[in-house]
């Protein structure tokens, strides 16, 4: 993915890239529901996409970054599948908290791309930056 060239003008260059692959159909995420006793959750179809980011994450990255993240994500769909991309990268964001960074907060800089494609998945560029 080209990165945006303001990124190394502004002095963020990065330390390591990883990449991470997450198979099967990205789920947007779902607004949070309410439950009875008044109690609010998260849809299970997204709850279990979450850990599977996580999972993916996991076998990627041991140990949380501690710095900024700049996060650069392809969304392969199939077909005439449009998910909104906010709500994929929420999804995405939040499964990759306290695995991928200790808190979403450091995520300096998102990029996500929709890409009509064979094999539904998503890619996942990650970099610590100055």
């Excluded at 909104?84 to 791309?113: E, F, P, R, T």
């Amino acid at each position: 993915m080209q990165r945006g060239l303001s990124m190394l003008q502004k002095g963020m260059l990065s330390k390591e890239q990883i990449k991470i692959v997450i198979p099967g159909r990205p789920v947007p995420k779902a607004r949070p529901r309410l439950g009875r006793g008044g109690n609010v959750y998260t849809p299970v179809k997204t709850k279990r996409y979450e850990e599977l980011v996580a999972w993916k994450t996991k076998e990627v990255i041991k140990e949380p970054l501690a710095g900024n993240v700049a996060l650069y994500i392809k969304v392969y769909v199939k077909g005439n599948v449009f998910p909104d991309l906010d709500n994929i990268a929420k999804s995405i964001l939040d499964g990759m908290n306290k695995v991928a960074y200790h808190d979403d907060k450091q995520v300096s800089c998102l990029v996500i791309q929709r890409i009509k494609g064979q094999e539904e998945k998503v890619e996942v560029e990650l970099e610590e930056v100055s």
